[in-house]
């Protein structure tokens, strides 16, 4: 299988693609700290700059969407009205990454240090007020959130662990007893975002692989969807039709020359039947 080019080079590093019921797909521009709305034929319909960096955008189940910046979170209304949550962090050398809401609402985001650096990542779990706590202390690339479709399991990717991890999630206990789900080559890349299909198949972006790869709920490699971009950054399913693959790409640290069609989005219809999206609370 092999993704076709859906938009043009709009982004820089094009991150956190996401398809938000009534209001179509979105994705993030991570370094410019845009979000984008795109339209269904790939032209983008609107670019928001929000600060810094754009990490992530989800829905609220009161309206509007929830945005982590680089080290703070921006509440957006249904009419565009903007709130700034205070600032998580201090450390300026950390900033959010990748993130999703579990079953109750919950937003849960991710954060990265900017050069990589073993275990200064955390991944915060965000209450309907907006209170954030730790609920992993020492991670390195925060990466992908997202559950399956009974929401028993949240799967979770630490990029440098070439690993994607499984947890089980109940409302009582939370996150726990995190464990290997299935594992990605180097060669093959790096697991960065990922996506859970209506059928529980979990599709993961490798960065570095030029490639989606799709794992059965056992684990087993199911499927490779080739992508004519080297850093592959994110994917989602949604679409008009509900089983589209929209695939996100980054042009970080390439020259043109080696970049390409990187920055654009890519996709492949009749991929798989969408999961919708989780809510978040805050």
């Known amino acids: 299988m092999r993704a076709e080019q859906f938009t043009d080079i709009v982004t820089g590093h094009g991150e956190g693609p996401?398809?938000?019921?009534?209001?179509?797909?979105?994705?993030v521009?991570?370094?410019?700290?845009?979000?984008?709305?795109?339209?269904?034929?790939?032209?983008?319909?609107?670019?928001?700059?929000?600060?810094?960096?754009?990490?992530?955008?989800?829905p609220r189940v009161s309206?509007?969407?929830?945005?982590?910046?680089?080290?703070?979170?921006?509440?957006?209304?249904?009419?565009?009205?903007?709130?700034d949550l205070p600032e998580v962090f201090a450390d300026s050398s950390v900033r959010f990454n990748?993130?999703?809401?579990?079953?109750?609402?919950?937003?849960y985001c991710g954060t990265m240090a900017y050069d990589q650096a073993p275990g200064r990542g955390r991944l915060f779990r965000f209450a309907a007020?907006?209170?954030?706590?730790?609920v992993l202390p020492s991670v390195t690339v925060s990466n992908g959130f997202w559950f399956s479709p009974d929401g028993s399991l949240a799967y979770y990717n630490d990029t440098p662990t070439h690993h994607v991890d499984v947890f089980d999630w109940s409302p009582e206990t939370g996150l726990?007893?995190?464990?290997?789900?299935?594992?990605?080559?180097?060669?093959d890349g790096s697991p960065d975002g990922?996506?859970?299909?209506?059928?529980?198949?979990?599709?993961?972006?490798?960065?570095g692989g030029s490639a989606v790869r799709r794992f059965a709920p056992d684990g087993r490699l199911d499927e490779v969807i080739e992508v004519p971009a080297t850093q592959v950054s994110s994917c989602t399913l949604g679409g008009p039709t509900g089983d589209t693959l929209y695939i996100t790409t980054s042009r970080e640290g390439l020259s043109d020359a080696e970049a390409g069609l990187a920055g654009?989005?890519?996709?492949?219809?009749?991929?798989?039947?969408?999961?919708?999206?989780?809510?978040?609370r805050i």
Do not use: K, S
């Open 264 to 280: 654009a989005l890519f996709v492949v219809e009749r991929a798989a039947p969408a999961q919708a999206v989780l809510p978040a």
């Open 176 to 187: 726990i007893e995190r464990r290997h789900f299935a594992a990605i080559d180097p060669d």
């Open 129 to 134: 007020d907006g209170t954030p706590e730790v």
């Open 98 to 107: 990748d993130g999703g809401c579990d079953p109750d609402g919950a937003f």
């Open 29 to 58: 521009d991570m370094d410019n700290g845009h979000v984008l709305r795109l339209a269904d034929d790939g032209t983008v319909e609107q670019r928001l700059h929000v600060g810094a960096i754009a990490a992530v955008v989800r």
């Open 63 to 83: 309206g509007g969407t929830v945005i982590a910046a680089e080290r703070h979170l921006v509440l957006l209304d249904d009419a565009g009205n903007r709130e």
């Open 194 to 207: 990922l996506t859970v299909d209506a059928d529980g198949y979990v599709w993961v972006a490798c960065w």
């Open 18 to 27: 996401v398809w938000l019921p009534g209001r179509g797909l979105h994705c």
